[in-house]
């Protein structure tokens, strides 16, 4: 299309646009309500943008980043926008352009020697493992959504078992990224895809890229390590006297089984009633009446043929931590009951309430005493709001949900809600925790990373940066 | 001292010495005879310097950062010495100066329940397991040698349980790092120390310094996550008759012991009888005259009481690949012995002739075709040389040492062995292979760095490290 058919160029958006439109095709823009579905994220979160942007190869999106260098404009990668910062979307001003790499899906290796695949940014976790399952391999990376590879890496996300398989950073082996070209020219593609697990020359320049939500770089396709997929597997849920009990109970679990402790979550009783309030469907495995909390605790391993002996060893370990007083109850099997009951908690508690959600993390040390300080506090300073917590106790964290009874929504305006989120994040902070366990920072909690980020690291963020990107053409959030 | 007792201060060095004696008084440094010991490393590479600092907490190495940048100082950081790429030594200029971390070594926290330890950075890798061995806990980084932790974390040490445990960097929970200040003030002191496995806060600032031998800032310490110690144990020597039936041979104890198999290591039959002809008391475990390369096979976990089912797996799956021809022969047991051989070989090969070493890895599926590929070539162009591999086959890993027999010496003069070194590499390059696998970029390996490295990578890296350290303060290594 030649400049004479476009209507006049009043932003640099439209001029970004049309010249856009003339490299890659009219098919990868969209504006108006073709962008709309590209507008909002999960949680409801909504942006505006001058335009979308689906580039189909790594190529295109060079020349995406050169053409925004050019006219000053500023994209916001995004993904399947499954996050829960707010990150994938455009702000409010309608100037940012949404880059997705929703066209880029492609499976370019699976190598089941090296237990490694090469997918491009836009597939999804669900159809990677997909593609892993055939050959018995997993990316073991557990969550309640789907998000694509790239926004999965762009997060950083945790997940379930992370005390097995660590978070997503540790099973990235490389990574291919555009990084803006500091002259305005093309973006620069940086090929760090190697699937090496001993690649120690120098700065391991991926690690910039993960986490940070395209801000340092658009990720056009990752290399990820596969584990072998679980062959053995042991679920138990317990009910336990309070948190302090749930420290052992951990501790225990790792003496008896080691490396093969895959997941030990814990929720409160309260947590629990929700959802078995919420969802009639999903019955409560073990009303136990004086139990805080509950765990459910996974023991998994891919060495086939363990299933009986860690049935015998865990009734063993629960028949010694119940003479203790450590467990007051327990219910073994039934993996994918208990599992269901444990995902459906964050929807069960959106319904009483309006929610305030927290995403902190621990030292495991600290967690019982966190969790008795901050329920304390607000028994006494607010009363009338109800606290639910669950979430990844055996890595140290916390999902911890401040519901505000809808009775008692007038009395809690923007102001009151904003310095009870503040006030919270501070008792984490004097708790050793983090404001950001595994949901990344995005514009929803930019505030508390500001207040409770180590000042000489937010400037040295910042320069890194700058040093990257120094037109400023990435990033929904920027560190400076 | 006044500056009146001073000797003039002919260079830099010189002011910066004196500077530094009256702010740190005179123990902390170190000149002539005395330097010595901090002046050659483990393989006896030597370099000259102004002074040695040691200073004795993090606020004296940020008055020595302050320090450097005044007067144009080049600060060297080492810790033990006992890395492989000459980085922890200052040039042969005399115009740099080491800056030890030998006296910060006490151990600020051990926390059992999390799993943790803070320490700092001079504290050695040995005493570090000490100390967490009284709880049944270990950082599981597998070395032939002794590091300080801060040189363990410069190097990112890979080690011989790599495929269980990772690397050293996915160990590291938190930093304690001095980064220079733009302006020529005290170092900055960036505490990112908190020991959270859940910490997704924005960029991961720690990564930026592992690895990289404190080229971008001086760590002084580092929380490490602590596993739990292994209780069952086994461990096979296996006669293979080639290296793609090692491949099969790893699959398929993959396939049986999944996240329990612990190291699995190969090595050529002539790096075999280099060490029991080196070595008469190490005893071959099992001569196996059609064997190309020997395998030891470790499956261990930190679950108690497994013994006698891994032995029974181990047999049975011992006689299916025996039945295959994949297995010539196979020993179990003995796993200190078979350890012994294993440490014992690159000493053995030195004393063959002049070694040339590489630490080569690639994609697991690549290592048997680049063995015969490399072993063809220099059997063909380099017939009066002998060649040795071992290593870390399961991990991708693999050290290659290209012996040159006292006989022969004169015909491998520099000029020709810089080109054979370069031709090896060029070789790995081309089966997708990295010319540092785990021992870092140091001046020993620095031009292949230039050369291997994608163009983009060098220069992104590089200016990070401008951003980081504008001044040029730090580095034996730059990567401008």
Request: proline share 5%.
């Amino acid at each position: 299309m030649s400049s004479t058919t476009m209507p006049p160029a009043a932003t640099a958006g439209d001029a970004f646009a049309a010249e856009l439109r003339d490299t890659l095709g009219p098919g990868a823009l969209l504006h108006g309500e073709a962008a709309g579905p590209h507008l909002v994220d999960v949680l409801g979160y909504t942006g505006r943008a001058a335009a979308v942007v689906l580039p189909r190869d790594t190529a295109e999106v060079a020349a995406v980043l050169g053409a925004a260098s050019r006219h000053g404009v500023r994209l916001v990668p995004q993904g399947n926008r499954t996050g829960l910062v707010g990150g994938a979307l455009p702000d409010g001003s309608g100037r940012q352009v949404a880059l997705s790499l929703s066209r880029m899906r492609r499976l370019r290796e699976l190598d089941p020697l090296n237990r490694s695949a090469t997918v491009e940014a836009g597939m999804a976790l669900s159809e990677l493992n997909r593609a892993a399952a055939a050959h018995r391999l997993q990316l073991p990376v557990d969550l309640g959504s789907d998000p694509s590879i790239g926004g999965l890496i762009g997060a950083n996300a945790g997940g379930s078992r992370l005390l097995k398989y660590g978070d997503t950073r540790r099973n990235v082996l490389g990574l291919e990224v555009v990084v803006p070209d500091a002259h305005g020219g093309p973006g620069r593609v940086l090929d760090l895809l190697r699937p090496l697990r001993k690649h120690n020359a120098g700065v391991d320049l991926k690690q910039l890229f993960i986490g940070t939500g395209g801000a340092f770089g658009v990720i056009t396709a990752a290399s990820v390590a596969l584990q072998r997929a679980e062959q053995s597997t042991d679920t138990t849920f317990i009910a336990l006297p309070d948190y302090a009990a749930a420290s052992r109970v951990l501790d225990a679990f790792e003496q008896d089984f080691g490396d093969l402790l895959c997941a030990f979550e814990v929720m409160s009783s309260a947590s629990l009633e929700a959802v078995t309030e919420a969802f009639p469907a999903l019955r409560h495995p073990l009303p136990a009446p004086f139990a805080q909390c509950y765990a459910l605790v996974e023991v998994a391993s891919a060495m086939p043929g363990l299933d009986s002996l860690l049935a015998e060893r865990r009734d063993a370990l629960l028949a010694r931590l119940h003479a203790d007083g450590l467990v007051l109850d327990a219910a073994p099997g039934h993996t994918e009951a208990f599992w269901r009951l444990r995902d459906a908690l964050p929807e069960a508690i959106a319904r009483q309430g309006a929610a305030l959600s927290f995403d902190v993390s621990f030292p495991r040390s600290r967690l019982a005493a966190f969790r008795e300080h901050v329920v304390d506090w607000l028994r006494r300073a607010h009363p009338l709001l109800r606290v639910y917590d669950f979430g990844h106790f055996g890595d140290g964290g916390c999902h911890l949900v401040v519901s505000i009874p809808s009775a008692h929504a007038a009395a809690y305006g923007i102001a009151r809600t904003v310095q009870l989120r503040g006030a919270l994040y501070e008792l984490a902070a004097r708790h050793d925790g983090c404001f950001s366990a595994e949901h990344g920072v995005g514009p929803l909690n930019a505030a508390f990373y500001r207040k409770h980020v180590d000042a000489a690291a937010q400037t040295l963020a910042a320069g890194l940066q700058t040093a990257t990107d120094p037109l400023a053409v990435l990033g929904r959030f920027r560190y400076g």
